[in-house]
């Protein structure tokens, strides 16, 4: 273990800038979850396999779970607490509730923030284009159809 | 009595008060905990009404049951049976997941029971409650108990409406269930059958629900657990003075080969556990069987054999049969593989535990760790708490009993523990390899023989029922613990006797001990039993120059198997195959005594033998259905699953440890992988509810290996596919 001195850091998170000590080398994740209380991505591997810890870095989905937050001072982050706006749900949420699209819901966050991320870049992909974009998100109880009629339950409205 | 009943009630008061900040908040008040804490609740015997229902202040119902929620959906359908027994708006009754003290014993989350079991006790206390709460208010208003209705937790005529808890005067109902109640008429149900939505989902999109993983408390610590390099390796040494100042560290807990840090924050404690790792030495473990052929070798093992089943006499019907046929099947160690690794809180203070666990059997955890602690039970408070989807026993009992060593020897203080990805992959106890032969006749006419079954399986469920052996950490104390030898050979039997007419069979199980951990896997050994059966039965049918589902349909004379394949035919026979691809049909009636569940698969088998899956279909009769949605959604979510553990999955192991450490050394489906899936759902109002958390599990397996063969003419009968198509394909 390299010695570790906490530092004062500045992040944007949902819109906010919030301000922490913690060692720099910390995964932006563990920052998230406990320092700003912010339980939406969750710790699934911590080896960028599964997805479950995605955020939004500038509008675009990322792991958390390794990168240190000394490299996202510049970034605007976005959680799954922060998608709904003035009140309204992400037509992406609304349609996952639709839908019913959870079983355990241990991976939701990560296809939720994965899914914005793929409309963000494409805003008709074919249903190829959602599977495969989905790709980095493990989900075990076996929710994939669901996600994926939720996703095009979006595109058609 | 009365006062008794107050606090009683006052206590209940309190408890879901917590519960309910546990939902929205994530973290409890440190003050209000402590005090909680002093007063380990005392409950209701089962047979009372509120032992399952219990009328809040607030015009809320509370329903208590005694499982828990997995993902399964337990929490709606429990809540759509009382709502509609008491005529009340689902959005009033809340749920009490699985909690000693609390709710009431039900053993075990397990075995697709928790509709059969809970979710109808509560119908009965509900339906009984609503008769005596009609009574109570016909008495109080000297009115006639048919002129009152219940609507929204009030009781009202044209004039006058009260609500349930002035009528009960602040009381719980204590009076025994009365069985047989009187069930609201089929006719005029509106909540049960209905998909409702579940409550949960609208908080998890918004990031506001509570897993396991997400609670909190004041001043919480984190901790990790420094695990052997094997199974049995013995510890020689560590080196405490390379991390002892380290920032954070709290302390190290050693007892026996157990080691666990604690720490002030959770990323100093996942680098403490690296750092003392390295700085520990350890024998070398007894080596396990990695370069063996499994199926070879469990079935060399010494086993305990037994006739299961003996009808008729298989031997001379078999060599009267005009044809004659023989295969072998194997399924390999699969994992349970959560998605969010197993985690758990504890604190431990004046000589108490608190625990809060995904566990799926409070009691039986808190009956084990009593031994394991050497604590009695009535100061151990156990709370079920959600976690990440388990699809059986996996390492959530052996994590609450680590973060419990821990917690009570660091007193005064919450802990969380969570397991690192290679710890969950490596350290759970696995679904465990079975080999299969069968050997069967056939009649001119088509019609089965003499039907003789052998399996192999080690047993499928090591659960803690008592026995802290069955815990994780119980082996590396220091005392007399070991290897559990397990129990339940009972989930090796599930469906191994075919669900069809065959009048001479005998079905013979062996059991061994295997090298690894195993326990309960989603439908025991039915995974393994239906897929040998129903690839055996498409083997039969295709000898036999027989349509696959009319074949079945020749053998079966429940007529609700019958209407389920039917069904089923009239889904696939629209299809239309391309090059390259085959449709696959399996049948099976969980445990024999469930829900009958016939599945179809579509699949495409590329030129480099690569199998892809593009439909399943699923014709399932749970008998009453409380929840179509809820069923649909454990059926499509079943077969997927059923479906990657056929095609991909494999515990891998060396001569020291598991080798599957995370998703690329155990790869599962990922989304471009997974195919589209369509589920109905035969209602049967006037029938009783079944379990149908599982009975996608074997016909889905068997589905997609029998539509390869459509593909391709080739057998698969070893899992997992992907290892074994290319061999099969070079044979030829």
């Known amino acids: ?157 | 009595m009365s006062t008794n009943r107050r606090t009683f009630i006052k206590q209940m008061g309190y408890v879901s008060l917590g519960f309910s900040m546990l939902g929205t908040a994530c973290v409890l008040d440190s003050k209000k905990s402590v005090n909680a804490f002093d007063e380990i609740p005392k409950r209701p015997s089962e047979e009372q009404i509120n032992a399952w229902i219990r009328i809040l202040g607030d015009g809320r119902i509370k329903v208590l049951t005694g499982k828990m929620e997995l993902g399964q959906g337990i929490r709606i359908a429990v809540a759509q049976v009382a709502a509609e027994e008491l005529n009340t708006n689902i959005d009033l009754v809340e749920v009490n997941l699985a909690e000693t003290g609390v709710t009431a014993n039900e053993g075990y989350t397990a075995g697709s029971r928790s509709i059969e079991a809970s979710a109808m006790s509560i119908r009965n206390a509900a339906a009984c409650a609503r008769e005596i709460l009609k009574e109570l208010a016909a008495k109080k208003l000297k009115i006639d108990k048919d002129r009152l209705d219940l609507k929204d937790g009030f009781i009202l005529n044209e004039e006058q409406k009260f609500s349930f808890f002035e009528i009960l005067d602040g009381q719980q109902i204590e009076r025994n269930l009365k069985i047989p109640p009187e069930f609201k008429a089929k006719a005029s149900r509106k909540i049960v059958g209905q998909p409702i939505k579940r409550k949960d989902i609208s908080q998890m999109v918004v990031g506001k629900h509570t897993f396991i993983q997400d609670l909190r408390f004041p001043g919480m610590l984190h901790a990790r657990i420094i695990r052997p390099p094997s199974y049995t390796s013995k510890l020689k040494s560590i080196n405490e003075n390379v991390f002892s100042g380290k920032e954070g560290f709290l302390k190290l807990v050693k007892i026996g080969d157990f080691l666990g840090v604690i720490s002030e924050e959770e990323f100093q404690a996942v680098q403490l556990q690296r750092e003392i790792f390295a700085n520990t030495e350890w024998e070398t473990g007894a080596p396990l069987p990695a370069d063996k052929d499994l199926k070879t070798y469990i079935k060399n093992l010494a086993a305990e054999v037994a006739v299961e089943e003996q009808r008729g006499d298989w031997e001379k019907a078999l060599k009267s049969a005009s044809i004659q046929h023989k295969a072998s099947y194997f399924k390999p160690y699969i994992m349970h593989a959560a998605n969010g690794p197993s985690c758990a809180v504890a604190i431990y203070k004046d000589e108490k535990l608190k625990l809060w666990t995904h566990s799926q059997g409070v009691y039986p955890l808190r009956e084990t760790l009593a031994p394991l602690l050497e604590m009695p039970q009535k100061n151990i408070h156990i709370i079920g708490t959600p976690g990440s989807g388990c699809y059986g026993h996996n390492a959530a009992d052996d994590v609450a009993a680590e973060v419990a060593l821990l917690a009570k020897n660091y007193p005064g203080k919450h802990i969380r523990l969570q397991w690192m990805r290679d710890e969950e992959h490596a350290w759970e106890p696995y679904g465990t390899p079975m080999a299969f032969e069968m050997e069967a006749g056939l009649t001119p006419e088509g019609k089965i023989a003499g039907w003789k079954y052998d399996f192999w399986s080690d047993v499928h469920s090591t659960r803690p029922g008592g026995n802290p052996d069955n815990l994780l950490p119980a082996r590396y104390l220091g005392k007399s613990y070991k290897k559990p030898a397990g129990g339940f050979k009972g989930g090796a039997l599930r469906n191994s006797i075919p669900y069809y007419d065959i009048a001479d069979l005998q079905t013979q199980s062996h059991i061994f001990s295997g090298p690894l951990r195993r326990s309960a896997l989603r439908s025991l050994g039915a995974f393994g039993n239906i897929f040998a059966i129903e690839s055996f039965m498409d083997e039969l049918a295709y000898k036999a120059g027989k349509d696959s589902i009319q074949f079945r349909i020749n053998h079966s004379s429940d007529t609700r198997s019958i209407e389920c394949l039917e069904k089923l035919q009239q889904k696939i026979s629209s299809v239309k195959k391309s090059k390259n691809q085959g449709v696959g049909v399996a049948f099976s009636r969980y445990k024999n005594s469930s829900s009958y569940c016939a599945v179809a698969a579509l699949v495409e088998v590329s030129e480099e033998s690569e199998v892809f899956v593009k439909k399943m279909w699923a014709v399932i009769d749970a008998g009453e259905c409380i929840n179509p949605d809820g069923l649909k959604n454990q059926t499509e979510g079943g077969m997927i699953q059923a479906a990657s553990w056929t095609i991909k999955e494999k515990v891998l192991f060396s001569d020291q440890h598991i080798i599957s450490l995370d998703w690329n050394s155990y790869p599962i489906f990922r989304f471009p992988e997974t195919p589209e899936c369509e589920v109905e759902v035969i209602d049967r109002v006037e029938q009783p509810p079944l379990g149908a958390g599982e009975s996608a599990q074997g016909p889905a397996g068997a589905a997609v290996v029998n539509a390869i063969f459509d593909a391709t003419g080739i057998r698969v009968r070893d899992l997992p596919v992907k290892d074994q198509l290319a061999k099969e394909i070079n044979k030829k």
Request: aromatic residues 4%.
């Open chain 1, 1 to 157: 273990m390299k010695k570790s001195m906490k530092a004062s850091l500045v992040l944007n998170v949902n819109g906010k800038d919030r301000s922490l000590r913690i060692t720099p080398e910390t995964p932006l994740l563990y920052a998230l979850r406990n320092n700003l209380e912010l339980n939406g991505p969750k710790f699934g591997c911590g080896l960028e396999q599964c997805g479950a810890c995605m955020v939004l870095l500038n509008g675009k989905a990322n792991p958390s779970c390794r990168i240190p937050v000394s490299e996202v001072i510049e970034k605007k982050i976005v959680t799954i607490e922060g998608l709904a706006e003035n009140g309204n749900l992400h037509p992406l949420q609304q349609a996952f509730i639709d839908e019913q699209a959870a079983q355990c819901g241990y991976c939701l966050n990560g296809v939720l923030i994965n899914s914005v991320s793929l409309l963000n870049e494409n805003k008709n992909p074919t249903a190829a284009e959602i599977k495969n974009g989905l790709e980095k998100n493990i989900c075990r109880c076996g929710t994939h159809s669901r996600f994926i009629k939720a996703i095009k339950k979006v595109l058609k409205s």
